[in-house]
């Protein structure tokens, strides 16, 4: 057994090239290409890996502690169930002349790139411009007409999200390059103080050109990867519903939180443990085309949350489009626990 076989098990899908293996990366926002390498030698460099995309790296316990939210200890012990000597790793740091601090640090998965990210303190990215909320304004009433009759929403809503709308706007995307924004509604994110955090929007428009734009956020700026909406309230109710898109969420009430997408970032999942004590529920309610994706977030969850749930949504319509009713309906009958059972029955879904 070798640390590249928990991958083949985990990650599943892989290319061989000599002496090393490509697979999807699991931290990716898309997974579709083969970017994670790692390295398949019988040296000191066994297991050391790299994703091209994200441009994460590290070696096989910081994979574990990552992939798996398991703390140094947990991803030692999984590792020894495959053979994989801690030596491996102490031979890697020593390779690569670390000192004994720095080796520390690399055991415990806090590499230096890390350390100057916790020790910077986000901001929230800037609105874009054109952004209003003043929704008694005549200008108001096509954007008040979609979130009411499109999407169900009701004033309460709007007021406790502090949403607002674009006539005509723009953002700048991570080149520099202006994005026009026209007829959109603009959604906020907020911390646990009610602060505003971050942004993204959706069009009004039947055919628009762009249909809904997560907000670009430098490195130092709150992003899609490192919030999640609604999770200010949602901490506080009995059952959290954990959906893609803000609509959805917003369509399962208080309890309801998203992710901007399919794939759930590490940060996303620590935010969201972060947030809950070991009563609450959690249901995780993502789109059914996304099985794969459903299936192992559910396994990270469940392994630190015991009280997390799938849910198997037979009809292929999201959270919005079926409507609050309708989806409670389905998140009561349709529902088992995220266990290795519950994993399975959803790729067999």
Not at 87 to 112: C, H, P, R, W, Y
Not at 226 to 244: D, I, K
Not at 340 to 346: D, H
């Amino acid at each position: 057994m070798s640390f590249s076989e928990y991958l083949d098990e985990e990650l599943g899908e892989h290319k061989n090239i000599h002496v090393e293996k490509i697979y999807h990366c699991p931290f990716c926002d898309d997974n579709r290409a083969f970017k994670l390498y790692v390295k398949v030698s019988n040296d000191s460099t066994d297991g050391l890996w790299h994703c091209k995309k994200c441009d994460r790296s590290g070696n096989p316990v910081k994979f574990i502690m990552e992939y798996n939210h398991y703390t140094f200890a947990e991803a030692k012990d999984l590792l020894s169930l495959y053979d994989y000597e801690i030596t491996n790793i102490e031979q890697q740091a020593k390779d690569m002349g670390l000192s004994v601090e720095e080796q520390l640090l690399l055991f415990m998965g806090t590499l230096k790139k890390q350390e100057e990210l916790v020790e910077t303190k986000l901001v929230p990215p800037p609105l874009p411009v054109g952004y209003r909320n003043d929704w008694t304004h005549a200008d108001a009433f096509p954007f008040l007409a979609y979130l009411a009759n499109k999407r169900g929403l009701s004033w309460a809503d709007i007021r406790t999200h502090n949403m607002g709308f674009i006539t005509n706007g723009y953002t700048l995307n991570a080149t520099g390059k202006q994005v026009t924004l026209n007829n959109h509604v603009v959604i906020l994110t907020h911390d646990e103080q009610g602060n505003y955090q971050y942004w993204n929007t959706r069009s009004i428009e039947p055919d628009p050109y762009i249909k809904t734009f997560n907000c670009p956020a430098k490195d130092n700026e709150y992003s899609k990867r490192t919030t999640v909406f609604n999770l200010n309230l949602a901490r506080h109710e009995p059952n959290l519903f954990l959906t893609e898109g803000v609509f959805d969420a917003l369509t399962l009430g208080t309890g309801g939180i998203a992710t901007f997408g399919k794939q759930v970032t590490q940060e996303q999942i620590d935010l969201i443990l972060g947030s809950i004590t070991p009563e609450q529920n959690l249901y995780i309610m993502l789109d059914m085309d996304a099985k794969e994706q459903m299936a192992s977030l559910a396994k990270k969850l469940y392994s630190k949350h015991s009280n997390t749930y799938i849910v198997i949504n037979p009809t292929g319509k999201d959270a919005n489009d079926l409507g609050r009713e309708k989806a409670y309906e389905i998140i009561q009958t349709n529902s088992v626990l995220a266990d290795s059972r519950g994993q399975m029955l959803v790729l067999l879904g």
